[in-house]
């Protein structure tokens, strides 16, 4: 009988669940582990959406490129400030300088978008890592890249349309580089100018 009571409350004790210190701890354990992982997963977030500027800078820049080579024709990139704060990017194919809905194009309202040159560091090592002597920035709120019929730049030379993240400068720094032949590539700087190609 005395093994029968002693097993009843071994069981009643499994039962009760977990202590309020052992909850305790598991919450200290989970803020802890918050604490440390969040800066990682923001600083992530943040190069994420700048590296998604670029890409799609660099994607209304290819299309423009790639429409003046279809329709045989000069065709116009536009960077203009639209709406206040919004700054848009569009391929001009019909050359009316007026974003139409038909016309490749992105906009940027939020802390990521393209900036003057002036606001990001170690631009010269920039063109030092491309290899040219300089790199002409073009404007964030009045730009023109235009493409001959055969898609290189018009006036020829090296061009680069420069990207940051207003609210967190750590996250670093993006620029679509335009070759004058009409390729395009896509640079990152950490905060301090450090330049490294990424396609």
Known sequence: MKKRSQFNSAQKRRARGFSLIELLLAVVVIVIMLAIALPSAMRAYQTYQLGSAARQVSGVVQFSRF????????????????????????????GDGIAQPTEKQAIFSGSVEPVSAGSVPGT?????????????AVNPANGTITFDRRGAVRPAGFYAI?????????????????????????????AYGNWHQTN
């Open 162 to 190: 420069y990207l940051d993240d207003a609210g967190t400068p750590s996250a670093g720094y993006q620029a679509v580089v335009l070759l004058p032949a009409g390729a395009v590539q896509v640079w990152y700087s950490d």
């Open 67 to 94: 429409e003046a080579i279809r329709l045989n024709m000069p065709v116009n990139c536009l960077i203009q400030q639209a709406n206040g704060s919004q700054i848009q990017i569009w391929t001009d194919s019909n």
């Open 124 to 136: 010269g090592g920039l063109a030092a890592a491309v290899g040219v002597s300089t790199i002409t």
